[in-house]
């Protein structure tokens, strides 16, 4: 009997050897703090799951990672979260699984939780005469080709033919002075970004003057935005017509905005709002001699001049930099890994989350040195992350993880970037068109081998 009671405490003792450890994920902790983890693993009813091998909150941690730690494998993503220990790496599938379990429920509550705006009335960039700047635009991921995923989220269409890969579409609220994307909605790509809009406007504030692109402008997002008593600049179509009421000094003008063309007959149901007409001298400059329009709910020109808005709006341009440093230098894989639809979305939270741990860690840099967030490098802050973390020893001290967190912000503030140049890109790609064969559904169930390759070779002499 002794030897049974030997061997089960050495079993349990080995078990308990190999359970995740909490000191890396110790230091992020500072910007998703473990409270944050309990509470919403408490309110989806997560915190009754056990595992000993791979716990509830460690997952959480693990999911996060995977926005981080976008091209590596689960087991080597485990390894930057947890020390050496012999047999205390978990296969592919037992992570999978432990994924599978937690779902998406807690990722989403964290992600409304712990996401803030970062900016302050003293951040360059952030504010401008005490209207917080926001954006609001769209863009797709491309997901694994399977069947689930596309009958969740389909497929992008073209005269040629079907998308290569189906396609997540994600409307995002940006903070344009910190690049923190605050709130967003995902969806099928055959859903229109005008379709989903209505969404991300009720999320607005008094203090918030929202920019956005023309494929947007419409009565009813105007009317909705300024229910919120949030403030427009907005790019205008060529065929929206405007009719001036009253020239302003500045040379813009006021008008009206009607629900419909038998509200305009009628005069009713308007809304007042301004329009600044101008165009570009430089025949460099994209769009040089032609007409470009912009609509403002900001009606005084003395408070704010046609030419300073005019200037103001292309801060909505960085917004499109947050994507391109979500789709281009944090995820570094042309398709998401996820298999299943429900995978997908978790993922994509991880991408979200982890998006924010970088620009908060970028935003405490800049802030010490009183500089534009802009200024300071996103990708080497990534880089950064990605080497200081696994380097944190076991079991360190409160003291330690204080002093490493300091040091991680003093080298991420070390990566500024020179003032922006005076220059333009074409917006063009490199390669159009391929001399191979388009991919078509049936060569996503190609036949397979019946036998080794070598017994299918035949001699024909």
């Given amino acids: ?51 000993k091998r791979l716990p509830s909150w460690f997952m959480v941690w693990f999911v996060i990672a995977l926005g981080l730690f976008c091209t590596d494998c689960y087991r080597q993503i485990f390894r930057w979260l947890q020390s050496y220990r012999p047999g205390g790496i978990p296969g592919r599938s037992t992570l999978c699984e432990a994924r599978k379990r ?74 344009t002075g910190s690049h923190v994307i605050w709130r967003f909605l995902l969806k099928s790509i055959s859903l229109s970004e005008i379709s989903m809009l209505p969404y991300l406007i009720e999320f607005l504030e008094s203090n918030m003057l929202l920019l956005w692109d023309r494929g947007f402008l419409n009565y009813a997002s105007v009317f909705q935005a300024r229910a919120r008593n949030a403030n427009l600049l907005v790019r205008i179509k060529s065929d929206r017509v405007f009719k001036p009421i009253q020239m302003l000094v500045d040379g813009s003008f006021l008008s009206k905005m009607y629900r419909s063309e038998a509200d305009r ?4 149901n308007a809304i007042i709002v301004r329009i600044i007409e101008y165009t570009f001298t430089d025949e ?5 001699g032609e007409k470009h329009r912009l609509l403002t709910t900001l009606l005084d020109p003395q408070l704010d001049p046609a030419k300073t808005l ?12 947050t994507f391109d440093e979500i789709k281009t230098h944090q995820r570094e894989r042309p398709v998401l890994r996820s298999q299943l639809p429900a995978g997908v979305i978790q993922e994509i939270y991880a991408l979200l989350l982890g998006h ?36 944190i020893p076991v079991n360190p001290s409160q003291q330690y993880l204080k002093s490493w967190h300091h040091k991680l912000v003093q080298e991420v503030s070390e990566e500024v970037l020179p003032p922006r140049r005076h220059r333009i890109n074409p917006r063009v790609i490199r390669v159009k068109m391929s001399k191979w064969p388009k991919k078509r559904s049936i060569h996503r169930t190609f036949s397979q081998p019946s036998s080794p390759f070598e017994q299918g070779i035949a001699m024909l002499h």
Avoid at 265 to 268: F, I, L, T
Wanted: charged share 25%; aromatic share 8%.
């Fill in 102 to 175: 937690l779902g998406n429920r807690p990722f989403l509550a964290l992600l409304k939780r712990v996401v803030c705006l970062l900016g302050k009335p003293e951040t360059p960039g952030a504010f401008y005469r005490g209207m917080r700047l926001m954006g609001i635009d769209g863009f797709v991921l491309d997901v694994a080709d399977t069947p689930a995923n596309e009958r969740a989220f389909g497929r992008p269409k073209s005269g040629r033919s079907q998308g290569a890969f189906p396609q997540v579409r994600v409307l995002a609220l940006c903070e």
């Fill in 1 to 51: 009997m002794r030897g049974c009671h030997d061997e089960f405490f050495s079993e349990q003792k080995n078990t308990f050897a190999l359970l995740p450890t909490d000191e890396r994920i110790k230091a992020m902790q500072r910007i998703i703090g473990r409270a944050h983890v309990d509470a919403v693993l408490a309110e989806t009813g997560h915190d009754k799951a056990f595992c």
């Fill in 356 to 391: 924010y741990v970088i620009r908060v860690l970028m935003h405490e840099a800049a802030d010490k040195l009183q500089i534009d967030p802009d200024r300071i490098s996103f990708t080497a802050t990534l880089n950064i992350l990605r080497c200081r973390l696994p380097a």
């Fill in 284 to 288: 460099n400059l994209p769009g040089a």
């Fill in 265 to 268: 007959r009628h005069d009713r």
């Fill in 310 to 321: 005019i200037c103001l709006y292309h801060e909505r341009w960085e917004e499109e930099l």
